[in-house]
């Protein structure tokens, strides 16, 4: 387990996100913490970047957004996304993110997994 107590975003290197849309910085990961999280991150995907439907069988991951206009299709239900939205994706369930807007959408989000 790492000691990572203080960080700044603009000190983090961003990277390209596991489904190859949009980037992320990401504060802590799996190792280092004791409990079930999987990833902290701050997310941007740019004007039309979409994430392509996918799911998570052992995972929960919870959004809140910062910035910019997008959907976030859950399940077979769409959601309209803007600042200060939350999301929470059960495990298991596809879904899928678009910013449809015209500027960046931000978000900061977590993976948490069930064991």
């Given at each position: ?18 489904h190859?849309s ?44 910062l ?49």
């Open positions: 387990m790492s000691e990572k107590l203080f960080q700044k975003l603009s000190e983090i290197k961003g990277e390209q996100t596991a190859l949009g980037l992320k910085q990401v504060f802590l990961k799996n190792d280092d913490s004791i409990t079930h999280l999987t990833q902290f991150a701050y997310g941007v995907f740019e004007p039309g970047e979409k994430c392509p439907l996918h799911r998570h069988p052992t995972m929960e991951e919870l959004f809140f957004f910035k910019g206009e997008g959907t976030y299709l859950i399940g077979d239900t769409k959601y309209h996304i803007e600042p200060n939205s939350f999301l929470r994706i059960p495990p298991n369930v596809n879904h899928e993110l678009e910013n449809t807007g015209d500027e960046r959408l931000e978000f900061v989000y977590f993976g948490v997994a069930l064991d």
